[in-house]
T-cell receptor
Framework: GQQVMQIPQYQHVQEGEDFTTYCNSS?????IQWYKQRPGGHPVFLIQ?????EVKKQKRLTFQFGEAKKNSSLHITATQTTDVGTYFC????????????FGKGTMLLVSP | ETGVTQSPTHLIKTRGQQVTLRCSSQ?????VSWYQQALGQGPQFIFQ???????GRGNFPPRFSGLQFPNYSSELNVNALELDDSALYLC???????????FGQGTRLTVV
């Protein structure tokens, strides 16, 4: 079955430093979504990428979808303490009504 | 607020018991998915319902079952509870194309 892997599992940065999390799928994806989960909370949708090589930006967040549609990354520029949480990628397969497969997430801790 | 509500928020059950968790989907969404999230892990797909029929299932045993009602709300039933069933159970509603999933706040199930 489809597997989605994320690295790193955990990252601790100082406020103002950059942060990147990487996501790799064992199979080609139709699209990939990113979610953020604050401690004690539930996943909140950030963005969806659909096209090969797509790059999208949301303020300090930059999302990329690989050319082969099997990998993705999320980059945060100049982290803030409000960025604390776990970032998940979730890939959707290409067959029929494929469902979302989540990675294990990258937990980000930002120290002031 | 996503408009997706789950009940109860917390629950403690004894091994061997049965449990029913409930989810009301966001207005206009006809697809509901259920996920199990163990501590420190990503959400694991259990199954998905579209217009009252199951149309996707993850790697969970038959003692995990569900229903979707005409108003698109949903239930997750788990029979013969095991200690490893302790987790956060998340419900997510989406439109048919699944472009964005809206998660409820989850039900924290503890099996003792």
């Amino acid at each position: 079955g489809q597997q989605v892997m994320q690295i790193p599992q955990y990252q601790h940065v100082q406020e103002g430093e950059d942060f990147t999390t990487y996501c790799n799928s064992s199979t080609t994806l139709s699209n990939i979504q990113w979610y953020k989960q604050r401690p004690g909370g539930h996943p909140v949708f950030l963005i969806q990428l659909v096209k090969s090589g797509e790059v999208k930006k949301q303020k300090r967040l930059t999302f990329q979808f690989g050319e082969a549609k099997k990998n993705s990354s999320l980059h945060i520029t100049a982290t803030q303490t409000t960025d604390v949480g776990t970032y998940f990628c979730a890939g959707r397969g290409t067959s029929g009504y494929s469902t979302l497969t989540f990675g294990k997430g990258t937990m980000l801790l930002v120290s002031p | 607020e996503t408009g997706v509500t789950q009940s109860p928020t917390h629950l403690i059950k004894t091994r061997g018991q049965q449990v029913t968790l409930r989810c009301s989907s966001q207005s206009g969404h006809n697809t509901v998915s259920w996920y199990q999230q163990a501590l420190g892990q990503g959400p694991q797909f259990i199954f998905q319902y579209y217009r009252e029929e199951e149309n996707g299932r993850g790697n969970f045993p038959p003692r995990f079952s569900g229903l979707q009602f005409p108003n698109y709300s949903s239930e997750l039933n788990v029979n013969a509870l095991e200690l490893d069933d302790s987790a956060l159970y998340l419900c997510a509603s989406s439109s048919r194309d699944g472009s964005e999933a809206f998660f409820g706040q989850g039900t924290r199930l503890t099996v003792v």
